[in-house]
């Protein structure tokens, strides 16, 4: 199910969530995203036999071609975030590729789809998912979170960061980071584990 509401505002930034929340963002072009924050909506939909809203803030509209019984897919730049995560159990946010980041972690400028209001919602998110190819090309743009004062102060456990193959990547300089490969089963429990942290609200 899409849903395109012209009457939805955009409010402040001033969340109040009673489910749990998630954001999918890329830090590379291409590496899965949509496909990413679509199974997870998918997953806990089943999986919890609920009602999941998945918000797609990637500028592409992507999610539009998305489809599932229990999942309400939101491609509308403009909406009511607060209302959203004050009614649902499960919010999947994709928020696509913000920035343009050289092979050595630089930031050389920003997408369409960037916004410091969607940044500070990835932020706030229960679980933020970071994406990323392994090969060496792709992999030091990780670098840019940590240069970045504000997004360096940010990273803690609820950040994970996944890779194509983890075996292709040296672990060894992200060892204090949670460095996934994006099919390990990690992913699944820390939702799960999300979700029976907030069971008995919305359904």
Not at 52 to 63: L, Q, R
Not at 155 to 163: E, P, T
Request: proline share 2%; aromatic share 10%; with cysteine.
């Amino acid at each position: 199910m899409n849903v395109y509401d012209d009457e939805m505002e955009k409010s402040p930034f001033v969340v109040n969530k009673s489910g749990i929340s998630i954001g999918v963002m890329g830090l590379t072009h291409g590496c899965g995203v949509t496909n990413m924050a679509v199974n997870i909506a998918n997953y806990i939909a089943m999986t919890d036999d609920c009602s999941v809203k998945a918000i797609d803030f990637s500028g592409t509209g992507n999610m539009r071609f998305a489809e599932s019984n229990n999942v309400v897919y939101i491609v509308n730049s403009d909406i009511d975030v607060n209302k959203i995560l004050r009614t649902s159990r499960a919010v999947i946010y994709d928020f696509g590729t913000p920035f343009d980041i050289s092979p050595k972690g630089r930031l050389l400028g920003t997408n369409p789809c960037y916004n410091e209001m969607n940044m500070a919602l990835f932020r706030d998110c229960d679980l933020k998912i970071c994406m990323n190819f392994s090969d060496n090309w792709h992999a030091g743009k990780i670098k840019y979170l940590f240069s970045d004062r504000e997004w360096r102060k940010s990273i803690d456990n609820s950040y994970l960061f996944l890779f194509d193959k983890v075996s292709n990547i040296s672990v060894g300089r992200f060892s204090k980071l949670n460095v996934l490969s994006r099919n390990d089963k990690e992913v699944e429990r820390r939702i799960a584990g999300l979700m029976r942290q907030k069971r008995g609200g919305f359904v």
